[in-house]
């Protein structure tokens, strides 16, 4: 497939870089000729230097299938949506917008194309957080009714030292599964004969529903959120807010900007909110950081949200979350004790993957940098056999019959027509 972005900016540009590595052909837009000399240089994509609201630079890439408009501005995003369908004819156009009007479903519907708004998709990250606080991350199968939570062993964590085989009376409780472990830097996709051993890192797969309760069902002690920090103001901060405030938590709201202190205030009456700054120790005291079952770093200054993040978790606050724009840092944050990196352009990332069909992508590597999830239809040699027996795929997550989905079991049958979700080793 030929994928077009508009736009090289960072969302852009590490769009293109990974879907280079895919081997996808890509073209990038943009009217900056120096940021598309740094990507030609390094990587394997068409650069067009042109404005890609002026119908002749678009007719450039006439041929391509899929087009990611990206740059910063969401009313040009929209203008070469417009373009792209009116003009152009494409039918497979994807933007990025940060204003919740834009995403609604009645834009969506006029302008015919698939909208992200990287905002509420932020939030929702945030969200998940203070739904799941036993896991370190929540990865959606967005139509399948199933959720992938990453999770990590401790020492006096019950599954530590088990064989996943061991599980099986869990799992009639409650069905789940195990689609992968991260150790030491590597990645596994398990059998039943696999042991998990203490600061593993788990990757189970469960209906949404049943996640909550996950973490009853496997022995997994945790505690409720109930005290949230909210640390500075950006273009997030307000939906977040919103959102938190329909929530049974006590929330608090720390920025230097007086004027943003009070405008906050007035807007939500639930919100405790304080002038101050991120990194006077003795304020943090006073206000009870050391209570904070999680924390928020939302700042437009993503090394300020990452020194935020690292003194709340130094002065005992059980989570922290630093809102990070970098995709590339996340390894750097997470080492130095970042329990959560919230990275706007992977979620973006992840969607655009969606609309790849040629290898009918769910999610991509926002589940694990070398794993993939994958749909497929049940191959012919594999149809009337059991799930344990069908010896293809990697790892069998969930099957769709007739339009249902089920979490697969080993004794799961398998059918003509079926649709199966399967984690894969991405190919080098």
């Given at each position: ?26 073209a ?18 068409m ?20 087009f ?211 990194s ?16 928020v ?41 970042i ?17 790849l ?12 940098e070398?794993?993939e ?35 697969a ?20």
């Amino acid at each position: 497939m030929k994928v077009c972005i508009v736009g090289a900016g960072v969302v852009g540009s590490y769009l293109a870089k990974r879907l280079s590595r895919e081997g996808f052909e890509v073209a990038v837009i943009d009217v900056d000729s120096s940021k598309l000399e740094n990507l030609s240089y390094s990587y394997d994509v068409m650069t067009v230097n042109c404005n890609a609201l002026d119908v002749n630079c678009l007719k450039n890439v006439q041929e391509f299938d899929l087009f990611v408009v990206v740059t910063e501005s969401d009313e040009k995003n929209l203008s070469v949506a417009i373009l792209l369908r009116s003009l152009l004819n494409k039918e497979k156009v994807i933007i990025r917008v940060s204003n919740k009007a834009f995403s609604s479903p009645p834009v969506k519907e006029f302008l015919g194309v698939d909208v992200v708004n990287i905002l509420s998709e932020t939030v929702q990250a945030v969200l998940n957080q203070v739904k799941y606080p036993f896991a370190l991350d929540v990865v959606r199968l967005e139509g399948e009714g199933i959720v992938i939570l990453k999770l990590k062993l401790t020492t006096e964590n019950p599954l530590a030292g088990k064989q996943i085989m061991e599980l099986s009376e869990v799992r009639e409780k409650l069905p789940f599964t195990i689609v992968a472990i991260e150790r030491e830097g590597k990645t596994i996709i398990p059998s039943g004969t696999n042991f998990m051993y203490p600061n593993d890192i788990l990757y189970i797969a469960v209906r949404e529903e049943d996640a909550e309760r996950l973490a009853e069902v496997l022995g997994i002690e945790y505690s409720p959120v109930k005290l949230i920090f909210v640390f500075g103001y950006s273009r997030f901060t307000e939906e977040l807010l919103t959102q938190l405030s329909n929530l049974p938590v006590k929330v608090k709201f720390v920025c230097s900007n007086m004027e943003k202190c009070e405008e906050i205030s007035g807007k939500f009456p639930k919100v405790d909110v304080f002038h101050g700054e991120f990194s006077d120790i003795e304020f943090l005291k006073e206000e009870g950081i050391e209570k904070a079952d999680l924390t928020v770093s939302v700042t437009e200054d993503e090394e300020q949200n990452i020194l935020s993040a690292v003194l709340c978790k130094k002065l005992g606050a059980k989570r922290t979350l630093a809102l990070i724009m970098h995709p590339e840092y996340e390894g750097i944050v997470t080492s130095i004790g970042i329990d959560v990196p919230l990275i706007p352009r992977k979620l973006l990332a992840s969607k655009v993957y969606r609309q790849l069909s040629r290898k009918k992508f769910i999610d991509i590597f926002e589940l694990s940098e070398d794993l993939e999830i994958v749909e497929m239809e049940v191959p012919e040699k594999s149809t009337n056999k059991k799930v344990k027996d069908s010896g293809f795929c990697g790892l069998i997550v969930a099957v769709r019959k007739n339009g249902e989905v089920e979490l697969a079991r080993g004794n799961t049958f398998l059918e003509k027509g079926d649709k199966l979700i399967c984690i894969k080793k991405r190919e080098s």
